[in-house]
């Protein structure tokens, strides 16, 4: 059930992933959740240049950040999380031919209960 939303932030077309890279990021993740096929899903969106901003700072030409948010029916804690968002950053960084400083991560609340697919709940 885990779905990721991937924002880049887009300075140029050139920024565009192509389904190849889309795709690579869904089986790197399947493999570190230990997901069955089709059962990790990756969205990737751009986000314009245009439309972000850090507090008090100008943008440097060569930030380049993705923000990642991650949804699961469970989501792991302790070192067991730890050891997920080691392993999601350092995959999605080499992928993306981004420093892991670049990679955020965001858990969403834990979608058992409370997600449904085809009108039945996760649990």
Known sequence: MPI???EFLKRVSS????????QKLADAAGKIFGT?????WVKMKPLSIE????????LPDDARPIMVTILK???PDGEELEREVTRLTEAFAEILDRPTENIHLKYEPEGAGRVA???KLVE
């Open 4 to 6: 990721l939303e991937v």
């Open 15 to 22: 920024d565009e992933p192509d389904k190849a890279t889309v």
């Open 117 to 119: 697919f085809g009108g």
């Open 73 to 75: 029916s469970k989501t």
């Open 36 to 40: 069955g096929p089709g059962r990790t």
């Open 51 to 58: 439309h972000y901003a850090e507090n008090d700072c100008q």
